[in-house]
T-cell receptor, first 112, second 112 residues
């Protein structure tokens, strides 16, 4: 079956702009989590959605938001982009805890 | 908040040598998972441990979960160049099942 699909794969934005990233989970998976990966900070948890409800949120400013649709697809939005938001954003889907997470290829965001 | 540290941050071994990475959580975990991320790739699930003191093997890889469920280790016997990558542990704090916190990662380099 198809894996987790993230779009776009690469993105270049200017400081102050906003961006929306998309994640399509594996069919049947209702849990979607988002992570920010940077060389210095590793994999940082952003938030987790299950059946359209945000169940947990990491320590990120309110500029980072997300949502999940009824078909389990998820989007995350970052407003007022800062240089420090440059990172690989990874989405992972699962049947729900405590099952394994399947990651997408990620979206590489560069803020200039 | 919960912190999950891994040591070492980086290890360079010659093919055939053994390798171990250690994972320590600041809080008790309900379970722990291990992932491998190849250079330029995304994290891929390796295994999950649930019980205190649990040991699991996958060919040359041996995973352990500590008695107190706050630490874990991954040992690779006779490394091969295909083992190159970053190994992450990831744990769910007791009572926060929806949040999977990743460790800081150990990057393994294997040379002939």
């Amino acid at each position: 079956k198809a894996g987790v699909t993230q779009t776009p794969r690469y993105l270049i934005k200017t400081r102050g702009q906003q961006v929306t990233l998309s994640c399509s989970p594996i069919s049947g998976h209702r849990s979607v989590s988002w992570y920010q990966q940077t060389p210095g900070q590793g994999l940082q948890f952003l938030f987790e959605y299950f059946s359209e409800t945000q169940r947990n949120k990491g320590n990120f400013p309110g500029r980072f938001s997300g949502r999940q649709f009824s078909n389990s697809r998820s989007e995350m939005n970052v407003s007022t982009l800062e240089l420090g938001d440059s990172a690989l954003y990874l989405c992972a889907s699962s049947m729900g805890p405590p099952t394994e997470a399947f990651f997408g290829q990620g979206t590489r965001l560069t803020v200039v | 908040g919960q912190q999950v540290m891994q040591i070492p941050q980086y290890q360079h071994v010659q093919e055939g040598e053994d390798f171990t990475t250690y994972c320590n959580s600041s809080t008790t975990l309900s379970n722990i998972q291990w992932y491998k991320q190849r250079p330029g790739g995304h994290p891929v699930f390796l295994i999950q441990l649930v019980k205190s003191g649990e040991v699991k093997k996958q060919k040359r890889l041996t995973f352990q979960f500590g008695e107190a469920k706050k630490n874990s280790s991954l040992h690779i016997t006779a490394t091969q160049t295909t083992d190159v990558g970053t190994y992450f542990c990831a744990g769910r704090e007791v009572g926060t099942a929806s949040k999977l916190t990743f460790g800081t990662g150990t990057r393994l380099q294997v040379t002939l």
